[in-house]
Structures are given as structure tokens and as C-alpha cells.
């Protein structure tokens, strides 16, 4: 029994102290990118649609992506029940390229425009 002891104490000491303690050794080097940023919204109404999407943000989302990447945007409007199985519903998609910075802006500000006319339009 002593022995049986002795041993499972050398084992546990030897596994413990063979552990690095060195956490930089542990660290790995990776660098994250952004290669194709989409971005889709789904509302349900003008106030939310509103409130869910800030000019702000998508420049943001932007500046996290390089230059010359591909993004798209997109805008899913559901609106009221038609008929039994039938629900009323827009989606509107924009595609460009972070290189084309104004241009991409302009157009998912147009979109968003043209969403709050399709809840302005059942009124």
C-alpha cells in the first residue's frame, strides 16, 4: 500500500510540474479578416424599421471590413396577412464593394427609403 501511494504521488508531482508555466508559449498568433460582410435586417413595421438602422452602424461594419471586399445589404419587410396562407411581404438587397464607400452608402440609404414607403404605402 505505501508503495502503491508513493507512486501515485511521484505520478501526480511529475504530470503537475511538466505543465508549462509560461502562458505566452500557449498564445497563438492569428490575425481575424473580413472577407464578404452581409448584413440583412428583417422588420416588422416603419418604427422598427427606423429605430434598427443607423447610418452609423453600417460605416462602422465597413471600417471593420479591407479595402476592396465585397458587401451586400438587405432589408426584409413583413407586412400584414393578406389572405390565409398568404403573407404581404418586400426584401430589398443592395450589393457594392467597401472600395466604393459613398456610392454603397447612398444606395443602402435609398433602400432604406423605399422600405419605409412600402409600410407608408399600406396606410
Known sequence: MKHL??????????????QSNNPEENKSQSKATVSDLKISITVDSKEELENSIKMEDIEEFMDMSD????????????????????????????KGNTSDRVGFLKSVEKVRTAAINFYNSKK
Open 5 to 18: 501511494v508513493t507512486m501515485l504521488m511521484l505520478s501526480v508531482a511529475t504530470l503537475g510540474f511538466s
Open 67 to 94: 479595402n476592396d471586399e465585397q458587401i451586400s445589404f438587405e432589408i426584409i419587410c413583413n407586412g400584414e396577412k393578406i389572405s390565409k396562407d398568404v403573407n404581404r411581404s418586400l426584401t430589398y438587397k443592395v
